[in-house]
C-alpha cells in the first residue's frame, strides 16, 4: 500500500521556466510534509518542509503547497536552473516518515 | 556542524556472505533512521531509534537483518546472511525528535550482492 505516490516518473524543464512537481497522499494522519533532492550517488538532502497547518511555504525559489482535502502537495521550483537537475522525492510524516517513489528533474539550458 | 557519517561507502559482496553498515548521526540528534533505497524506488524505512530503544522495526526482515545504537549515539545495521534482493543503497539519517522535525541523510551505503 503505497501512502505517499509521484505520478510522474520524470520532467523536463527549460531553465528560467516555473518547475512543478507534484506528490499525492492517501492517510489523512500525515502532519508533516517534506521535500528531498537527491544527486547520484548522494543521500537525499533537504529542501523545504510544510506542517499540516499551513498551505503554503516559500523558502527563496522554492514554494510548497499543501491541499488537504485533495490530500496533494505540490513543489514549485521559479526560476528553474540547471543545478536544480535531481531527483526529487516528497515525504510524509506520522509516527514515522513515508517517501514517494521520486520524480527526476531535467532543466535545460 | 558535521553531517550523518556513513561507512563503508561501497562494498560488494557475495551472497550468503555477511555486512555491517556503521553509522554516526549529527551530534544531539536523538532519533536515528536506517532506509533501504532500491534503484529507481524511494526510500524505505527499515528501523527507527529513539536515542538507544527502537521505536519501529516492523519493515526490518528479522530474520537476516540486525541494528543496534548502543549508548543512543552511533548505529550498526548487519546484514546476515544476505541476498541477491539486498542490494541496495542502505541510507543512514538523523534528527533531533521524531516528529515534526526535518531528517538529514549520510551519504548512504552502496552494496551490492553476487
Known amino acids: 500500500d503505497q501512502q505517499v505516490k509521484q505520478n510522474s516518473p520524470s520532467l523536463s524543464v527549460q531553465e528560467g521556466r516555473i518547475s512543478i512537481l507534484n506528490c499525492d497522499y492517501t492517510n489523512s494522519m500525515f502532519d508533516y510534509f517534506l521535500w528531498y533532492k537527491k544527486y547520484p550517488a548522494e543521500g537525499p538532502t533537504f529542501l523545504i518542509s510544510i506542517s499540516s497547518i499551513k498551505d503554503k511555504n516559500e523558502d527563496g525559489r522554492f514554494t510548497v503547497f499543501l491541499n488537504k482535502s485533495a490530500k496533494h502537495l505540490s513543489l514549485h521550483i521559479v526560476p528553474s536552473q540547471p543545478g536544480d537537475s535531481a531527483v526529487y522525492f516528497c515525504?510524509?510524516?506520522?509516527?514515522?516518515?513515508?517517501f514517494g517513489t521520486g520524480t527526476k528533474l531535467q532543466v535545460i539550458p | 556542524e558535521a553531517g550523518v557519517a556513513q561507512s563503508p561507502r561501497y562494498k560488494i559482496i557475495e551472497k550468503r556472505q555477511s555486512v555491517a553498515f556503521w553509522c554516526n548521526p549529527i551530534s544531539g540528534h536523538a532519533t536515528l533512521y536506517w532506509y533501504q533505497q532500491i534503484l529507481g524506488q524511494g526510500p524505505k524505512l527499515l528501523i527507527q531509534f529513539q536515542n538507544n530503544g527502537v521505536v519501529d522495526d516492523s519493515q526490518l526482515p528479522k530474520d537476516r537483518f540486525s541494528a543496534e545504537r548502543l549508548k543512543g549515539v552511533d548505529s550498526t545495521l548487519k546484514i546476515q546472511p544476505a541476498k541477491l534482493e539486498d542490494s541496495a543503497v542502505y541510507l543512514c539519517?538523523?534528527?533531533?525528535?521524531?516528529?515534526?522535525?526535518?531528517?538529514?541523510f549520510g551519504e548512504g551505503s552502496w552494496l551490492t550482492v553476487v
Open positions: 515525504a510524509a510524516q506520522h509516527l514515522k516518515v513515508t
Open positions: 539519517a538523523s534528527s533531533l525528535e521524531s516528529a515534526g522535525n526535518t531528517i538529514y
